[in-house]
């Protein structure tokens, strides 16, 4: 709604670690490319925003990297970050992600976090 009124674009950022290695061998295959999984999710967030404000121009974007780094550096010229949550239930849903808990603390924009069930 914010993004409409202003006129601004919404940027849609799915971070993913770069592949580990254990003794020098890749445990997964190094590529920048998203999996269909990866798509899938990412539609499943751009399609309702599309459907419900049209004239909103939403970019989306994969990028390998520390998530917590590379969403922080991709806010650097946002107004503000909406980010997901994982939904643990109980006294662990209280708690912040490693993720949430980085862009709270370090990021220079305001942060919320948006719980599955919400």
Do not use: C
């Not at 049209?54 to 917590?68: L, M, Q, W």
């Not at 650097?76 to 808990?101: D, E, I, K, P």
Request: glycine fraction near 10%; charged fraction near 25%; proline fraction near 7%.
């Amino acid at each position: 709604e914010s993004a409409a009124a202003r006129g601004k674009k919404v940027e849609l950022v799915y971070a993913r670690p770069a592949p580990q290695s254990l003794f020098g061998l890749s445990l997964h295959k190094a590529t920048d490319e998203p999996s269909e999984q990866e798509r899938e999710r990412m539609d499943s967030v751009a399609a309702p925003l599309r459907e419900r404000w049209p004239d909103v121009e939403i970019e989306e974007k994969f990028v390998v990297g520390p998530p917590g780094q590379t969403l922080r550096e991709a806010s650097q010229n946002a107004a503000a970050v909406f980010m997901g949550s994982r939904g643990h239930g109980g006294f662990v849903g209280m708690l912040l992600g490693s993720v949430s808990r980085y862009l709270v603390t370090t990021g220079n924009v305001p942060v919320v976090i948006i719980r599955k069930d919400a």
